[in-house]
T-cell receptor, first 119, second 110 residues
């Protein structure tokens, strides 16, 4: 149980294009989803917190107009990197939490990640 | 001061030995504590969570929490080469947001 999927697993795009990444909870309803970014040899940095049906809460320094987050349902959240540039190249990872599970209400389950390369 | 601190390592232990990974955190209001394992190029995988002071055991893994000292550790018994990975300590404060340490790289040698 508690499986989170992401699609695509990797993407290469040209500078200036937009890329959409999907995050799905497969066997549970995710009350909250989180988006992280991880650069090589660094830890995960939280970008935003997303609750179904409401606007995402972005961390300080994260441009909301560049990283568009939509949490359309309890099982799907999307991150769109708009007008991507080479400095946006990174490993993007989503996670999801739910309530009522034995692991605790705030345990985050991570998707496999999406490696974005912007040329 | 970093909110969650870990020694980056690498921590090298021989196969079969006990690996001890340590983590300190700065927010005394932290409620939940997690250990994740991350293999190179992969996303984090939950190993254990702990909420209360003391020890919690799950198979070869034992998490230890001392809130007074703001310290959480992970012991891995009978270490295997497949345990070689980066271990991330994470702590939640408000709104279930996880704050990660930079991770400790563990190498289990044959």
């Amino acid at each position: 149980g508690a499986v989170v999927s992401q699609h695509p697993s990797w993407v290469i795009c040209k500078s200036g294009t937009s890329v959409k990444i999907e995050c799905r909870s497969l066997d549970f309803q995710a009350t909250t989803m989180f988006w992280y970014r991880q650069f090589p040899k660094q830890s995960l940095m939280l970008m935003a917190t997303s609750n179904e049906g409401s606007k995402a809460t972005y961390e300080q320094g994260v441009e909301k107009d560049k990283f568009l987050i939509n949490h359309a349902s309890l099982t799907l959240s999307t991150l769109t990197v708009t007008s991507a540039h080479p400095e946006d190249s990174s490993f993007y990872i989503c996670s999801a939490t739910t309530s009522g599970r034995a692991a605790g209400t705030d345990t985050q389950y991570f998707g496999p990640g999406t490696r974005l390369t912007v040329l | 001061q970093k909110e969650v601190e870990q020694n980056s390592g690498p921590l090298s232990v021989p196969e079969g030995a006990i690996a001890s990974l340590n983590c300190t955190y700065s927010d005394r209001g932290s409620q939940s504590f997690f250990w994740y394992r991350q293999y190179s190029g992969k996303s984090p995988e939950l190993i254990m969570f702990i909420y209360s002071n003391g020890d919690k055991e799950d198979g070869r893994f034992t998490a230890q929490l001392n809130k007074a000292s703001q310290y959480v550790s992970l012991l891995i018994r009978d270490s295997q080469p497949s345990d070689s990975a980066t271990y991330l300590c994470a702590v939640t404060g408000t709104a279930s947001k996880l704050t990660f340490g930079t991770g400790t790289r563990l190498q289990v040698t044959l």
